[in-house]
């Protein structure tokens, strides 16, 4: 179902032809093929119950990574205990579940820099940040330039 509200949107985007659907396309076609991916992971641990968890968890998180993550209420979400769900979590995907959900928002912030006209203030409100500052903090924490110096320095070499 999720497959097909976001075939359907593309559809909606591609007719109404507006501006920035160059953006919305790629998004949607983003998300489709991150569904596609879901599911091929999911079909390969059909075998594995905490796996099958881990993979809704990432689903979950995918979800909803432009909002904060209560990690505890995540982990009540599925039938496991909160550190053996963080546990499992870092085991099978190398990171914590908020430096999994952290490095979504940070992949999102580099495309919405690269891709769209949003200012800084838009990109950190669209990604639930609780301050500008502190997604620049992170954000320069994470690349070693602001977000601005990031976006500069793109235009002037798309290839990196």
């Known amino acids: 179902t999720d497959l097909l509200i976001l075939l359907t949107g593309l559809i909606d985007e591609i007719r109404l032809s507006s501006v920035g ?31 099958k968890l881990i993979a809704k968890a990432r689903y ?36 914590s579940p908020n430096q999994y959900h952290m490095e ?18 838009e990109i950190s409100d669209q990604l639930g940040f609780e301050s500008v500052a502190y997604f620049s903090k992170l954000f320069k924490k994470k690349h070693g330039m602001s977000p601005m110096s990031f976006r500069l320095e793109r235009s002037k070499n798309p290839e990196t």
Do not use: C
Request: glycine letters at 6%.
């Open 104 to 121: 979504l928002r940070m992949e999102r912030a580099r495309n919405l820099l690269v891709m769209t006209l949003l200012n800084i203030n």
């Open 21 to 51: 659907y160059p953006q919305q396309i790629a998004g949607i076609t983003l998300q489709i093929l991150g569904l596609v991916s879901n599911a091929i992971r999911n079909d390969e641990r059909a075998d594995d119950p905490i796996g």
């Open 60 to 95: 979950m998180i995918r979800e909803s990574f432009e909002n904060s993550l209560d990690i505890e209420q995540l982990a009540s979400e599925l039938p496991m205990g909160y550190s053996s769900f963080r546990k499992a979590f870092k085991q099978i995907t190398g990171q």
